[in-house]
Nanobody, 123 residues
Framework: QVQLVESGGGSVQAGGSLRLSCAAS????????MGWFREAPGKGREGVAA???????NYADSVEGRFTISQDSAKNTLYLEMNNLKPEDTAMYYCAARLPPCGSLLPTEYNSWGQGTQVTVSS
């Protein structure tokens, strides 16, 4: 069973930074493709960032240049570093996993989800 546990959300002012973490089991980390998604009130879930093949990464246009997805293999943990946060980044952020191929930002292609962590950005 795939288990994903997010942490690191919070409330910040516009321009601030947060780092989200997603802890997984070693099996999940090594066997599944993982990505970050978010869902704002009244909006559908959207892809934010995903690891792709051979170290490549994919980002939504709205976060390109401000967010960075990274990983720590020793801790089986995926991170999302968020800088220059804007009020429109306010959402519940989810970590998700799927079997390869990797890199998709389509929520419908992921079948395992964490519980989410709330990010609130005030102006």
């Amino acid at each position: 069973q795939v288990q994903l546990v997010e942490s690191g959300g919070g409330s910040v002012q516009a321009g601030g930074s947060l780092r989200l973490s997603c802890a997984a089991s070693r099996y999940t980390y090594n066997s599944y493709c993982m990505g970050w998604f978010r869902e704002a009130p009244g909006k559908g879930r959207e892809g934010v960032a995903a690891r792709a093949f051979r170290g490549r990464t994919n980002y939504a246009d709205s976060v390109e240049g401000r967010f960075t997805i990274s990983q720590d293999s020793a801790k089986n943990t995926l991170y999302l570093e968020m800088n220059n946060l804007k009020p429109e980044d306010t959402a519940m952020y989810y970590c998700a996993a799927r079997l390869p191929p990797c890199g998709s930002l389509l929520p419908t292609e992921y079948n395992s989800w964490g519980q989410g962590t709330q990010v609130t950005v005030s102006s």
